[in-house]
């Protein structure tokens, strides 16, 4: 009994070291990843990314200018520079940053640089933003590939890294928001409104006709 006595708080340790090792999680798991990536319409990039497994977020904002926290009216009124831009977070042990730029350079129009579908001007053209120089290479292998199952050369810019800017409150989670606004079609709720526009725009469409069986899989959805 004396023995058995003398090993209980031996054993107690033990089992507070396993407690904290089980609330600690993994020793070595992976940290998240970013990718910076320009699509046209934030809120289409974000909504399309926030659906996929192994994105963490997705949030909507500004890269690529020289003027410092724009405001979204100061973007798209010119001037500053910046592209809309979505800053997408993800697990890199359920989804690669190659599986990243697959998919979106089949979510966009690889060869308009000139905006995407109706949004047109510099603040909608597409880019890739390399956070890194591995991410570079990624991004050039990845733009090699399209080009090669399209036929010809995708006009998808390939940039350094760049400070990201957030966009305000208000542009974020549009697409699924049930915040009410005034429209065109009356008073709508924004994921309403943001369904409307996405269909208007001929977005999904104009992927399906240059990528077909290879559009990313959940244009249409």
Known sequence: MERLSALKPLMLGIAIVAGFALRAGPLHAAESEQALLAGGCFWCVEAD?????????????????????????????????????????????????????????RSIDPFDDGGQFCDRGHTYTPAIFALSDRQKVQAEA???????DLGRNTRVSLRDTAVFYAADAYHQDYYKSQDLILTRFGPQTKAAAY?????????????????????????GG
């Open 49 to 105: 990314f926030e659906k996929l497994p192994g994105v963490i977020e997705a949030v909507s904002g500004f890269a690529g200018g020289s003027v410092e926290n724009p405001t979204y009216r100061q973007v798209v009124r010119g001037g500053t520079g910046h592209i809309e831009t979505v800053r997408i977070t993800f697990d890199p042990d359920r989804i690669g940053y190659d599986d990243i730029l697959h998919t979106f350079l």
């Open 142 to 148: 990845a733009l090699a590939e399209a080009a090669e």
């Open 195 to 219: 369904e409307k526009y996405r269909a208007a725009c001929g977005r999904d469409d104009r992927i399906r006709r240059i990528w077909g069986a290879q559009a990313a899989p959940f244009i």
